[in-house]
């Protein structure tokens, strides 16, 4: 068998797996311009590096070159190979990447070669000797090089092949992105040294207990300034956990750090202490004796133009952005990330699951593969091995509160052993693996992408996993659950993060959850003209691949937050405002609100009339409270519509909601003589023009270009309805002087089910009036997209609207929505979303202006509901016919969309479809819209 196909974790000579931490022992990066020569197989001679090309490091290969060092492939659960453990095929992209260097005079006893990060296994040779192998690519691996290191020039040579047998262990949903990706590094390791070092940091009772594990040179000793602690340890008996008085504890809200420095004579360690305390008690997962709730995402490693290479400013503007959006936790999904991400995490403050490097999901593809890496004692070394490499590393960061074993792997021997590892090793963090459905060896109850029965039935009957054994179920009672994948974020979406927040606030069994994912994976490429774009699954010729299924963040690829993230940001708000207004909750898990600013606004038909500081008394984590809202914030208006609008900020918005004190006066519609200078066309009944402006419709609308969540739920059915390709047959025109009535059967070819529509226009004062009226024959059997008409015109650069904002909503996303006055340019009402898809829809509108030359208005029916609307330079089957935003084809025309209710957006692209509730079944539509031309 060869080195990149066998079941080893990579050679024995890998020295043991310890802390990655900032040391004052000599290092030299070995990153920068290599030489780079690419074979199409792993067995390739080693040949003079003269002549080959130049390559940067860290980087991924297939991201250099334009091609001639191949692509990028994109495939979610398939290996892009056949399964045939632990072989890889012929075909293996193989990297050699060359470089010199000088070794640094240092005065050090050992030199040592850190590779951080390699995708997928490697040889090493240091001056033609062979150094050794390494396997786990988000994984560190050390050698020894101090015999092999010679005065003056040295010559390195490292061959990486994108297949192995360690591929099989390393099939998470993401771009196969093969090459040195993290960094290569010399350390010179002095004589009286470090070799490791792990010190925790508990907060029990107020007060901080240190306990020190360390390993080295001694005397060691170790200090916390800000404490006065510094205790010197002659001998590796010495060592005892100290008692260091009162601390502030760390937290995910509070991350507060303390510098500490462990020291022998020739070495000195920084380390960042956070004191904290990880419990499970009960079903309940407790930091420093409270309660965690996780709003949490998934984070991958991903950059459009750098790959899973790390980049600090990119990583650090993305954890703030998370912070600014009320995030608290991240899942390392599905593998440890670059180091520095961690140090952030206990800077900026987020709680961390941090993953190991391992998923065998391809293996579950297709059923006639009958393997189980995880229960086959040949890979049980290369588990255990990730697992240990996974927690050493990152074993100082207070950030990281659970550990989670890998993802989507079979349940199997070697996760156990995993396990038991890993609780031997730190019983201070509790164990995650989501598919141990028993809890046979984890601490909590796991699942992703659970409905909302099924996490009540968690919540309440303790679990919704079928064909378990009265005890089992009995042991998952008794776990504390966590959501480790839900809301998946893919396209516009995801729907129903509201009614998640409130089933986990309902069990207290249940502990939140991490969206799916963080950020969309789009590579930054040009097509074959030069225009950029970002890139999925396909673009790249890919024979097997998944297409967009990698664009399912919640932010874009160019780094742009989209609506979903905006409104998980409001669905888990800290501070929550009460229905009554004058209450208040605190979802903080440790800090009170001392720091909240808390004002009020109010606004009579979107105006802002008055508003004013709120004083709030500090209110402990976790409380309700009340205050006093002054008299002035709750007049009253005369005429119009009145909404009160409190906000909690601290930094940014930590809380915000909206009351209605009084609904506005309806718009008239008597009506007037004339058709307030509407023009039809005498055959067709069709609008022509109002006043000056050119306006045509409207076109009863069923259409909407289909989210990826609609793409796999309703789209077949919608289609297969012909709701894409309907037909307008103008079945009687009446054209009067004060009023218009169109009578339309709108159906699609082969079917004889249809609607049948109305539209009556008449003048009312100072404008014209069209009412309506859509009602569907028998024989309906799917839901509908939408329900709307469609105008067009010429051109539209700028609205204004009255109704809800700023951005986009949908009935079961529309926390963050607002009700006020809104001003944008056309084309910055829609999102730009990976693939082109339904955006824009804003419900409840009051009144629109189009370029402040045509105003519509519209008319509440009985209940308040008015319709939403939308605008776009492209018709719903010309943007669902579209792969990226950049084949849209251009457009001379704006298409307005009145929509008097629009499908929910559910989660469905992975998870629960729109509830029934957000369901846009057939029924009978009336709807009534003023249009004026404005003075
Ligand atoms: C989960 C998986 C993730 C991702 C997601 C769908 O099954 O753990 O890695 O594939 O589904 O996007």
Redesign the pocket.
Known sequence: MTYYEDFSPGSPNRLAPRSWVRSSAPTLSLGGDWKFKLWPHADAPLEDPADWDTLPVPSHWVLHGDGRYGRPIYT??KYPFPVDPPYVPDENPTGDHFRTFTRPDWDVDRFVLRFDGVESTYKVWLNGTEVGVGKGSRLATEFDVTDLVVPGENSLLVRVHQWSSATYLED???WWLPGIFRDVTLLGRPSARIDDVWVQAEFLDGVGVVTTEVSGSFPISLSVPELGVSVTWQSADEVAALEVGAVEPWSAESPRLYDCTVAAAGETVHLRLGFRTVRIEGDQFLVNGRKVMFYGV?RHETHPVLGRVFDLDHARRDLLLMKQHNINAIRT??YPPDPRVLELCDELGLWVMLECDL?T?GFEFDPSITDNPSDDPRWAEQFLDRMRRTVERDKNHPSVVIWSLG??CANGRNMAAMAQWTHERDPGRPVHFERDHQSAYTDMHSR??ASLSELAAIGTTGCAVEGLRPEETVRQQHRPFVHC?FG?A?GNGPGSLADYQAVYERYPRLHGGFI??WRDHGILTKTADGTPFYAYGGDFGEVVHDGN?VM?GMVLPDGTPSPGLVEYAAVIAPIVFGDEPGTLRSRYHSIDTSNVRFTWSRAVDGVEVGKGELEVLPMPPGESGRFELPEEALDVAVSGETWLTLEAVSGHVVGSRQYQLSARGTVSVTPAKGLGGAEFDPRTGSLLRIGSVEISGPRLELWRAPTDNDARAGEWLWRERGLDRLEHRVRDVRIGDDAVTVSVRVAAATAARCIDVTYHWFGVADGVALKVDAVPSLGWDCTWPRLGVRFELPSVDQVSWFGTGPLESYSDSSTAARVGRFTSAVDDLNVNYSRPQETGHRPQLRSLELDGRLRIDTVPDRTGHRPGFSLSRHTPQQVAAAAHPHELPPSDRVHLFVDNAQHGLGSA??GPDVLPEHALWPAAHTFTLVFRSPA
């Open positions: 979610n659960i998470q949903d993401q998934n999904s599905h998923e999901h993802n989507e992703m992408y994948e998946h893919m799916w994912e299924f399912d692209a992975c």
